[in-house]
């Protein structure tokens, strides 16, 4: 009972912390990057979210994945009351809706589609087929969500993946390293492995912070759901892990699946309502002087 109260505090920590960090991005969503490397506030968003993934890393030695991830839906169950909050307004019923969906899709996932935790590392040609692949995609939807007028949810699916690649490869470097010693991080692939990572871990975090510019919530939400689902695809397609479910199972999936991304549709239709609610400042000076 002890290592489940333990278990839940960490979750709920790790929510909390993460949906600060996000709430801080999103606010500073619209600035390029030169601009954000200047303001003291996003460093404190960086430290938030290393704080997070310590804590769900420390999370994991008190309680089962099959818990600890569910769990990790409390991020968004906190991170749009908070934004509406900021804003001084209430939860829009749209979002509420959207919420709503969007947890008890994930939710289903990842009670369903569990894959049993292995120690096996990425090959050689794995890793590198793997790092050239996620180039591949992180590039092509981050260039999709920078052309004029389209969803920032190209870039918040970019993050999510960025994300999850960096776990990946931050479990080979660990096993590697606890297995056969600090001396495998002087092996090239070990090198660029690591360089692999902080590249990613740099590339998410600007792709997830200006994919917060429209709205905070179905960015959010597009990544809690792309992140699992790429993982569990990487662990199953080249760390050998295998899916947990028997065929009714998947299908059931498949259904938590589209419940999930039909919350994120509902989530981007109420940011794009509160967008067409927005008068902008100078519209706003334009009727203060007609009156």
Known sequence: MTNLIITIALCVLVAIA???????????AHLTIRELVHIPVLWLALALNGIGAA?????LGFGPLSLIQPLGVLTLVIAVPFAASAAKRKVSRLELSGMTYTVIGLT???LLITTPGTTRTLASGELVALVLATIVFVGAFGFLGRRPGASSLYEAAAGGVAYSVCSALCQ???????ETGAGVLL?????????????FAIAATVLTQRSYRHGLAAPLAMTNLVNPASATAIGVLLLGEHLGTTPFQMVIAAGCAVVAGWGVAQLARARDA?????VPAADRETV????
Request: aromatic letters at 4%.
């Open 18 to 28: 993460y949906a600060a960090a996000a709430l801080i991005q999103a606010r500073h």
């Open 108 to 110: 289903g996932l990842a």
């Open 55 to 59: 804590l769900h890393v420390t999370s």
């Open 172 to 178: 080979t470097v660990v096993v590697s390293v606890r």
């Open 274 to 278: 509160d967008a067409r609610h927005e």
């Open 187 to 199: 092996r090239p692939i070990m090198i660029f492995g690591v360089v692999a990572i902080v590249v």
């Open 288 to 291: 203060r002087a007609a009156r």
